[in-house]
C-alpha cells in the first residue's frame, strides 16, 4: 500500500523552494548554469557577514556545546529587550523573548500554540507564503486579506475589516514587506492597530526587514502602538546581518500579556519541546544589535542593494506591459505583467517555459498566495552585471509572448 503523506500537509505549499527549483536543479545536473534569483539568501551573492558576528560564534564555539534555556541566552534575550526599548516598546523584559531556529521556526510554534481547527488568521496576499503554510498545518484557516498595488501595497483596510468572522484569532502583517516591498507608514498601521482593538484580534508582526530600508523610509513596529493589545514580533539576524545559515531569529510577547498566559504557556511548552535554538549563533546576537550596522552602507545610495533595486526596478519598468512598484524595503520586486499584453493563465508554467528558454528562475506570484495569475516575484540580491543578464533575458522571453 502507498505510504501517504499526512492529511495536514494538503493544503501547504511553499512554492519558493517548490516545484520551480525542482525544474531548475534538473537543469543543472544536466550541466546548465542558471540564475537562481528565487531565494532571498544574501550569502551565495557575495554579501559578507560582519566580521565581529562570526569572531564572536567562532570564539564562543567551546561554549556552546550544550543545550541552553529553552527561550534562549540570557545575553542574547536582554541584547534584543534594549532593541526593542530603542524602538520605543516599553513594557517587555527578557521573559518575553523567545530565540529560535529563525524566524521560520518561531512563525510555525506561534501559530500551533494558538489555533484550533477552524480558526481564522488574517494574512495579507501577496505574503510570505509561509505564514499560510504554517496556519494550515495547524488546522487553522489562512483567510487573505488584500494588498492595495494602486497603493504602494499598503494593507485595504476595508477588505481586512470585511473578512473578520467570529473565528478570526488574529492578523498577520508583515512589514518590510516580502514581496511587495512596502513599508508601512503610521497612520496605515493605526487603522490596523485600530481593527484588531475593535475586534480583540492578536497582531503577529513579521519585521525581519526592519534595517533592509531604502531612501526616506522610516520603519515603525506595530507594537509600539498596541501596548493595549497582544502583540507577537518576529525578526533575526538572517537578512540585515546576511547570515541565513546561522539559523538565528527571535520573537518578542508584548502588550496585553496578562490575557494571554494560557497562550504563553503554549509557546513555553513547544519551546520546551524543541529543547533550544542554535546555541552557537546566539553569542552573536548582542554584538549584531549594538553599535556599528554594516547594513546602512548596503542600502544608502552607492550601497550595493541600493543599486542593485535600483538597475532592476528601472529594467522591470522599461519593458512593455511590465510594471512595478519601488520597494522601499526588504529585497525583492512584485512586477505586474499587464493581462492585455500577456494573457497567462498558469503563472507557475510561464516561470517553468522562461527558466527552459532562459536559463532564470523567478517564482510566480501565486507562490505568494496571490489571488491572479499576473505577477512575479523577483530576489535584486546578484551584483548589477548578473541582474541585468537576468532581466535582458526576461525582456527577449517577454517579447515572445506579447499579444500587441
Ligand atoms: N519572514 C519573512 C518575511 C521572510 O522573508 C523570511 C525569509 O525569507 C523569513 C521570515 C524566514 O527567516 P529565517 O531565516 O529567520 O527563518
Not at 144 to 171: F, S, V
Not at 228 to 239: A, E, H, R
Not at 381 to 401: K, M, N, Q, V
Amino acid at each position: 500500500m502507498e505510504i501517504k503523506k499526512s492529511s495536514k500537509l494538503l493544503n501547504v505549499c511553499y512554492d519558493i523552494r517548490g516545484p520551480v527549483l525542482k525544474a531548475a536543479n534538473a537543469m543543472e545536473e544536466l550541466g546548465h548554469r542558471i540564475i537562481k534569483l528565487n531565494i532571498g539568501n544574501p550569502a551565495p551573492f557575495g554579501f559578507e557577514a560582519p566580521q565581529e558576528i562570526l569572531a564572536d560564534v567562532i570564539a564562543n564555539l567551546p561554549n556552546a556545546v550544550g543545550y541552553c534555556d529553552s527561550k534562549g541566552l540570557f545575553a542574547a534575550r536582554k541584547a534584543i529587550v534594549q532593541y526593542y526599548q530603542q524602538k520605543g516598546l516599553f513594557g517587555v523584559e527578557v521573559g518575553d523573548v523567545y530565540v529560535g531556529n529563525g524566524v521560520s521556526e518561531l512563525i510555525v510554534m506561534a501559530m500551533q500554540a494558538l489555533l484550533n481547527n477552524g480558526d481564522e488568521m488574517l494574512i495579507p496576499a501577496p505574503d510570505y507564503p509561509l505564514w499560510t503554510a504554517a496556519v494550515t498545518l495547524s488546522g487553522g484557516t489562512p483567510v487573505h486579506y488584500l494588498c492595495d498595488e494602486g497603493n504602494n501595497w499598503y494593507p485595504d483596510l476595508a477588505d481586512i475589516e470585511a473578512k473578520i468572522t467570529p473565528n478570526t484569532r488574529g492578523i498577520v502583517i508583515i512589514n518590510p514587506n516580502n514581496p511587495t516591498g512596502a513599508v508601512y507608514p503610521k497612520p496605515v498601521l493605526e487603522g490596523i492597530v485600530a481593527i484588531a482593538r475593535r475586534h480583540n484580534l492578536i497582531i503577529f508582526a513579521d519585521e525581519i526587514y526592519d534595517k533592509i530600508l531604502y531612501d526616506e523610509a522610516q520603519h515603525t513596529s506595530i507594537a509600539t502602538l498596541a501596548e493595549d493589545l497582544l502583540c507577537i514580533t518576529f525578526n533575526g539576524l538572517s537578512k540585515s546581518y546576511r547570515v541565513a545559515g546561522f539559523r538565528s531569529g527571535w520573537l518578542m510577547v508584548s502588550g496585553n500579556k496578562k490575557r494571554a498566559t494560557d497562550y504563553i504557556e503554549g509557546l513555553d511548552m513547544l519551546a520546551s519541546m524543541r529543547l533550544c535554538a542554535n546555541v552557537q549563533a546566539q553569542f552573536a546576537i548582542q554584538t549584531a544589535l549594538g553599535g556599528y550596522q554594516s547594513i546602512n552602507d548596503l542600502i544608502r545610495p552607492g550601497g550595493r542593494l541600493y543599486e542593485q533595486r535600483e538597475l532592476a526596478w528601472r529594467m522591470l519598468n522599461d519593458i512593455p506591459g511590465v510594471s512595478c512598484t519601488k520597494p522601499e524595503g526588504a529585497l525583492y520586486l512584485f512586477p505586474r505583467l499587464d493581462p492585455a499584453v500577456y494573457p497567462i493563465e498558469d503563472d507557475q508554467q510561464f516561470i517553468l517555459d522562461f527558466l527552459q528558454a532562459e536559463k532564470v528562475l523567478l517564482v510566480q506570484g501565486t507562490g505568494f498566495n496571490w489571488p491572479h495569475t499576473d505577477h512575479f516575484r523577483v530576489v535584486f540580491l546578484p551584483h548589477t552585471d548578473e541582474l541585468r543578464e537576468a532581466i535582458s533575458r526576461l525582456s527577449r522571453f517577454l517579447a515572445t509572448l506579447r499579444t500587441k
